[in-house]
């Protein structure tokens, strides 16, 4: 059974640039949520997309926005990149129910210079 | 403002010895917490859960206490084998007003397993 993938791996963007991120859950998995690692702030949750529809939002701002397919798979975009937004990007898939275990891929990272 | 806090950055034991690695949180609607380890270059690893309702819960060489009174958990590594030496993220899991769940991350804790 394929884990979550998450394409590209590396990317590197200029301040202003705007970015799109992908990623394909686990087969059978409707939950996709995002988050962002940046060193020091361990884990930061950006949003969750179940039936694609987002459920739940992070403190991001606007700036950063996704959305679902009826595949399940998502993408996340960027508008706008500011250097502070260079980080480790992770999605992770879940079956969306109460059993709240996720399961992430290996992370899109992101240099803006 | 952080709910969800490790303030050990890292760890670093000798092997075959215990690894404890603390948590603490705020928000008492937590009633999910979860441990997960990463490796460099690759997305976190689910490795142990506990409900709210328990107080412990063992699976192998991993062990996670809960003590909701303090706001409190940890992970019990025994015995600490190099392959453990990881960056260790402790994550809770409160129903949000949508209905759904998210995880709180903390910031991590380097744990370095000395052979």
């Known amino acids: 059974k394929a884990g979550v993938t998450q394409t590209p791996r590396y990317l590197i963007k200029t301040r202003g640039q705007q970015v799109t991120l992908s990623c394909s859950p686990i087969?059978?998995?409707?939950?996709v949520s995002w988050y962002q690692q940046t060193p020091g702030q361990g884990l930061q949750f950006l949003f969750e997309?179940?039936?694609?529809?987002?459920?739940n939002k992070g403190n991001f701002p606007g700036r950063f926005s996704g959305r679902q397919f009826s595949n399940s798979r998502s993408e996340m975009n960027v508008s706008t990149l500011e250097l502070g937004d260079s980080a480790l990007y992770l999605c992770?898939?879940?079956?969306?129910?109460?059993?709240?275990?996720?399961?992430f891929g290996q992370g899109t990272r992101l240099t803006v210079v | 403002d952080q709910q969800v806090k490790q303030n050990s950055p890292s760890l670093s034991v000798q092997e075959g010895r215990i690894s404890i690695l603390n948590c603490d949180y705020t928000?008492?609607?937590?009633?999910?917490f979860l441990w997960y380890k990463k490796y460099p270059a690759e997305g976190p690893t689910f490795l142990i859960s506990?409900?709210?309702?328990?107080d412990k819960n063992e699976d192998g060489r991993f062990t996670v206490f809960l003590n909701k009174s303090a706001k409190h958990l940890s992970l019990h590594i025994v015995p600490s084998q190099p392959g453990d030496s990881a960056v260790y993220f402790c994550?809770?899991?409160?129903?949000?007003?949508?209905?759904?769940?998210?995880?709180?991350f903390g910031s991590g804790t380097r744990l370095q397993v000395q052979p």
């Open positions: 997309y179940f039936s694609e529809t987002q459920r």
């Open positions: 928000n008492s609607m937590f009633d999910y």
């Open positions: 994550a809770a899991s409160a129903l949000s007003g949508t209905g759904r769940r998210a995880l709180t």
């Open positions: 087969s059978g998995h409707r939950s």
């Open positions: 992770a898939s879940s079956r969306g129910q109460k059993n709240t275990e996720a399961f």
């Open positions: 506990i409900s709210s309702i328990k």
